[in-house]
């Protein structure tokens, strides 16, 4: 007559084992989930117009770059010479405006937006941005061309943060932030862009004495029918 050997009951060893992988699982998923839900749904992505304003460092000067994007597939990117200004004004764009120098151009071109950001590039930022990038960019425009093809991808969730902080690092003045870079990359992406180049009356800044001082101050002026026209184009 043989012996039956009572079954061993699974103990709560057991069930842990099981539960931990489980538990671990969901967390992983829900904090995935949480990440990308923060930055898709948040007020900055959502947002129907959001700006940005570029100022290149060059010898001599420099130049702005203005890029609207809007929630319906569209943008539009502006150059304007350093030191630009329009007839009967007093205001210039002077490299020393740094952010301001944004609700400037929005007065010329009649644009508002939700959102609006300032970086201040050189070739320093230009070197590490691309490279964290991932792209190849030497000025404003090759920088907005790579950020356009290379796309947001599924891991920038994650480096947003690390690519607004390299911008802060080589541009204090900067005020982009890391849902900023998302609506950046995304709306690049996925829009159709058009260019623009608003014409000056001269090739170089003429030399204006001001004030009882007679201060000598540079000055670009825009071509009334150039700015008319960006302006237009740029109507909602």
Request: hydrophobic fraction near 40%; charge should be positive.
């Given at each position: 007559?043989?012996?039956?050997?009572?079954?061993?009951?699974?103990?709560?060893?057991?069930?842990?084992?099981?539960?931990?992988?489980?538990?671990?699982?969901?967390?992983?998923?829900?904090?995935?989930y949480l990440t990308m839900n923060g930055?898709?749904?948040?007020?900055?992505?959502?947002?129907?117009?959001?700006?940005?304003?570029?100022?290149?460092?060059?010898?001599?000067?420099?130049?702005?770059?203005?890029?609207?994007?809007?929630?319906?597939?569209?943008?539009?990117?502006?150059?304007?010479?350093?030191?630009?200004?329009?007839?009967?004004?007093?205001?210039?764009?002077?490299?020393?405006?740094?952010?301001?120098?944004?609700?400037?151009?929005?007065?010329?071109?009649?644009?508002?937006?939700?959102?609006?950001?300032?970086?201040?590039?050189?070739?320093?930022?230009?070197?590490?941005?691309?490279?964290?990038?991932?792209?190849?960019?030497?000025?404003?425009?090759?920088?907005?061309?790579?950020?356009?093809?290379?796309?947001?991808?599924?891991?920038?969730?994650?480096?947003?943060?690390?690519?607004?902080?390299?911008?802060?690092?080589?541009?204090?003045?900067?005020?982009?932030?890391?849902?900023?870079?998302?609506?950046?990359?995304?709306?690049?992406?996925?829009?159709?862009?058009?260019?623009?180049?608003?014409?000056?009356?001269?090739?170089?800044?003429?030399?204006?004495?001001?004030?009882?001082?007679?201060?000598?101050?540079?000055?670009?002026?825009?071509?009334?029918?150039?700015?008319?026209?960006?302006?237009?184009?740029?109507?909602?």
């Open positions: 007559m043989s012996l039956i050997k009572p079954k061993r009951r699974r103990g709560p060893r057991m069930l842990w084992l099981i539960l931990v992988p489980i538990f671990i699982v969901v967390a992983l998923g829900l904090y995935v930055v898709n749904n948040s007020n900055e992505v959502k947002a129907r117009y959001v700006d940005y304003l570029f100022y290149l460092e060059e010898p001599g000067g420099g130049s702005y770059y203005y890029l609207l994007t809007s929630n319906d597939g569209r943008s539009s990117l502006v150059t304007f010479p350093v030191y630009s200004t329009i007839e009967n004004s007093k205001e210039v764009l002077d490299p020393k405006l740094e952010a301001s120098a944004m609700k400037l151009i929005q007065s010329w071109l009649n644009t508002s937006s939700d959102y609006s950001y300032y970086v201040r590039l050189s070739n320093t930022l230009l070197s590490n941005l691309s490279e964290s990038l991932g792209i190849k960019a030497t000025n404003a425009v090759q920088l907005i061309d790579g950020m356009a093809m290379r796309g947001f991808k599924l891991l920038d969730y994650w480096k947003l943060g690390g690519f607004s902080k390299t911008i802060k690092e080589f541009s204090p003045s900067t005020t982009i932030t890391p849902k900023g870079m998302a609506v950046l990359l995304k709306r690049l992406s996925t829009s159709s862009r058009m260019a623009y180049q608003v014409e000056t009356l001269t090739q170089y800044p003429l030399k204006i004495k001001v004030g009882v001082t007679g201060e000598s101050v540079n000055r670009l002026y825009i071509k009334n029918d150039s700015i008319e026209s960006v302006k237009k184009a740029l109507a909602r």
